[in-house]
């Protein structure tokens, strides 16, 4: 108990010598989520995801549209073979081209699912490459400001909890740095790619889904 005690105490002296130290720090903000959807590479970067997606998805159309022109043949196959007009030995033949082409069906529609999880995987992959070059120039352009500023210390103001609530509870705003640093990370920048963003982008989130194939 007596060492319970001594442990407790030297914490808070601790904390209660670390006040001042906190005190004399000066803290910046940012927008993590503003700065990352108003940065132009951002933009064109999900503009390049976007457009591999469109093509995956046209490729997995064709793929589709491909197996029911042969689910089509199947059955024309499967009904001249069970045709009694015929002699038998056409029936068997035919017989034959049915088992051919069910197997041909199968080898196609097992092609278009590893097709379907590739893709996932592989615009996945490309998402997150392109996430983390984005943010690793943004963290940098804001050490940048921060040092210039004298900052010890730059949190983002709209960062939220696991809980799904604010990380900060209260900022005055005074100290935030997020139009400084959009205005050097966009300097610059070829003109069509400092439009306002339509919709905030789906790159910022690194558990997000952003291909639906099927």
């Known amino acids: ?28 903000t940012v ?53 009694q007009a015929i002699a038998a030995d056409e029936r068997d033949r035919r017989k034959q081209a049915v088992a051919d082409k069910l197997k041909q069906l199968q080898d196609s529609k097992n092609a278009i699912d590893q097709f379907d999880r590739q893709a996932q995987v592989t615009l996945s992959e490309q998402g997150q490459r392109m996430r983390e070059n984005i943010l690793g120039e943004i963290k940098a352009a804001v050490a940048t400001q921060a040092r210039s500023a004298g900052f010890a210390l730059v949190i983002d103001a709209a960062a939220e909890t696991a809980n799904a609530t604010t990380a900060v509870v209260y900022s005055s705003g005074e100290n935030d740095l997020t139009a400084s640093v959009l205005k050097q990370l966009n300097a610059g920048a070829p003109i069509s790619t400092l439009s306002p963003a339509t919709s905030p982008s789906s790159l910022f989130n690194s558990n997000s889904s952003p291909i639906n194939l099927r």
């Open 31 to 83: 927008d993590l989520r503003k700065l990352f959807d108003g940065y132009w590479k951002t933009k064109q970067a999900q503009a390049a995801l976007n457009d591999h997606k469109a093509q995956l998805d046209r490729d997995y159309k064709g793929m589709r549209d491909d197996l029911k022109k042969g689910s089509d043949e199947y059955q024309k196959l499967l009904e001249q073979a069970n045709d």
């Open 1 to 28: 108990m007596k060492f319970l005690r001594i442990v407790i105490l030297t914490l808070s002296l601790l904390a209660f010598l670390s006040v001042p130290a906190l005190a004399q720090t000066k803290i910046g």
